[in-house]
């Protein structure tokens, strides 16, 4: 079975440039939510959603955005990148009603 | 700022002895405490959790035990291995997963 998939791996991003990072769930997951990593710290709650609604949002500024499409998979967009985005962009999944999250590998952004 | 503080933030320890990660939390509301073990370029894995209605879980050479109460949970490897060696984050949740700063274990042949 494939677990959580995240696309693309690794990007490199211009200070004000947009970016959108991809996720698929684990198949029967109907819940995602993304975490971002900055290297030597824990992950850090961006957003949370369930059945394409969005379930829970942390401390981050608005130029952070999600969704959530019929298929369950999920995309995280932040536009006006800064060099303070840089870091390791976590999705996980889980069934929803319990809790249990699975990790993806995550998309490394670099912004320069 | 984070609701979950997490010690040591690094631990060396021999092959074959045992380590033990603590954490504490602050909101009463949390009932799902996993442990997490992440890898060099990896995201998190989930190696163990506890529920708020338990006080210990093991599952073969890892133990996590959890004190309401006092609101701390601990980790417990024994007999640890060099594939042990890896950053380890506690984490606590009433929904959203908050996570500790992380533990380095690094084990010694």
């Known amino acids: 079975d494939a677990g959580v998939t995240q696309s693309p791996t690794h990007l490199i991003k211009t200070r004000g440039q947009h970016v959108t990072l991809r996720c698929s769930p684990i198949?029967?997951?109907?819940?995602v939510s993304w975490y971002q990593q900055v290297l030597g710290q824990g992950p850090q709650f961006i957003f949370q959603y369930y059945e394409k609604e969005e379930r829970g949002r942390g401390n981050f500024p608005d130029r952070f955005s999600a969704r959530q499409f019929p298929n369950y998979s999920s995309e995280l967009n932040v536009n006006a990148l800064l060099l303070g985005d840089s870091a390791l962009y976590l999705c996980?999944?889980?069934?929803?009603?319990?809790?249990?999250?699975?990790f993806g590998s995550g998309t490394r952004l670099t912004v320069v | 700022g984070e609701n979950v503080e997490q010690h040591p933030s690094t631990l060396s320890v021999q092959e074959g002895d045992s380590a033990v990660i603590k954490c504490t939390y602050s909101d009463s509301a949390s009932n799902y405490f996993p442990w997490y073990k992440q890898e060099l370029g990896k995201g998190p894995q989930l190696i163990i959790d506890i529920r708020s209605n338990v006080g210990e879980k093991k599952d073969q050479r890892i133990a996590v035990t959890l004190n309401k109460t006092a609101k701390h949970f601990s980790l417990h490897i024994t007999e640890t291995q060099p594939e042990d060696s890896a950053v380890y984050f506690c984490?606590?949740?009433?929904?959203?997963?908050?996570f500790g700063a992380g533990t380095q274990v690094v084990v010694t042949p």
């Open positions: 996980a999944s889980s069934l929803g009603g319990l809790p249990g999250y699975t």
């Open positions: 984490a606590e949740s009433w929904g959203k997963l908050q």
């Open positions: 198949s029967g997951h109907k819940s």
